[in-house]
């Protein structure tokens, strides 16, 4: 009898309540329960948290272009050879066709029910994985760590949503099966703060695991939402710059859990069927971060800061 089960039964629950399970520290299961049901296992002292699962959501514009080379933004942070290192992507999943990507479709999963494929439906996660590793080529562009291996974990569906769970199994799997110095990127985000979620991220990265998150596109303070919020050794929340330097208007700030600023405007790299499009936002942001801790793990190097930051105290940037 596994855990759940278990407890589930110790608690008069039916056993067909759990629609899922995820291992590692902190593990769990996922189940569908009434309000009793939930207070009965709130209640229970082996129960650390009962969290509602809730719904979550990407934001940005996107414009089809062709393909150039090395742009602005890879210009701003620098960039290397990524081949041989591993990024672990949270997002839409990835085109895993896409020729200017180096995908890792033996370790990519999708954590959506229905859904077996972790190939990109939508192109946000496809966006991501080109700013950190696109291949160093004859086509498109250059990403951060290039050739990077990508390893796509799809928790966001064709319209970008998806739930809580399913990133806390994303970040469970990651806890299984990744290295320490790999680097796992979440250009994602609640509209508040999830309690599960933040202690996740952070037991993630108390293995030894780096972590660059998006720090949020709504102009607020980036501790009021998750996993912006997480705070701690090995985890990088990042907000947005423009090609001058300029502190993005849309970027969320706050220099008790933002630790660096990187490029999110206008920023083109690779989207699905084998395109590329422009992007903006603080997802756009945080991969790039994510290519400088492939190539540099936590050793990262500043050049300038972000000007205008709105808590009065400017973002490094962070640079190879």
């Not at 990024?87 to 999943?93: C, F, H, N, R, S």
């Not at 110095?181 to 780096?210: C, F, H, K, Y």
Request: glycine share 10%; hydrophobic share 40%; proline share 3%.
């Amino acid at each position: 009898m596994n855990t759940s089960e278990d407890v589930m039964e110790r608690n008069d629950i039916s056993s067909t309540a759990v629609l899922g399970t995820f291992a590692g520290e902190p593990g769990g299961f996922v189940a569908k329960l009434s309000d009793l049901d939930a207070a009965k296992l709130n209640a229970d002292p082996s129960i650390k948290t009962v969290e509602p699962d809730r719904i979550i959501s990407l934001g940005g514009c996107f414009t089809i272009a062709e393909p150039r080379l090395i742009t602005w933004n890879i210009n701003r942070v620098g960039y290397g050879d990524g081949r041989g290192k591993t990024a672990w992507i949270i997002d839409t999943g990835i085109d895993m066709a896409h020729p200017d990507l180096n995908a890792d479709g033996t370790r990519s999963r999708s954590f959506i029910a229905g859904i077996t494929s972790a190939n990109d439906d939508n192109g946000h996660g496809t966006h991501v994985a080109g700013i950190i590793g696109a291949k160093n080529n004859s086509i498109g562009v250059l990403g951060v760590a290039s050739g990077a291996n990508l390893v796509a974990l799809k928790v966001l569906d064709s319209t970008g949503t998806g739930s809580l769970s399913a990133i806390i199994q994303a970040l469970a799997y990651v806890n299984t099966n990744a290295s320490a110095g790999d680097v796992v990127n979440m250009s994602l985000g609640l509209e508040d703060v999830s309690p599960t979620l933040t202690e996740q991220v952070l037991n993630t990265a108390n293995r030894g695991i780096l972590i660059a998150i998006a720090a949020g596109n709504s102009h607020q303070e980036a501790n009021k939402t998750s996993p912006a919020n997480a705070n701690g050794a090995n985890v990088y929340t990042v907000s947005a710059i423009d090609s001058l330097d300029r502190f993005a208007s849309f970027s969320n700030y706050g220099n008790d859990v933002v630790d660096y600023a990187q490029p999110g405007v206008n920023i083109l790299s690779t989207y699905t069927h084998g395109r590329y499009a422009y992007m903006s936002g603080t997802s756009m942001a945080a991969p790039h971060l994510a290519g400088l801790l492939l190539l540099r793990g936590r050793n990262l190097n500043v050049s300038g800061t972000a000007k205008n930051d709105p808590d009065g105290v400017a973002d490094p940037i962070a640079h190879y």
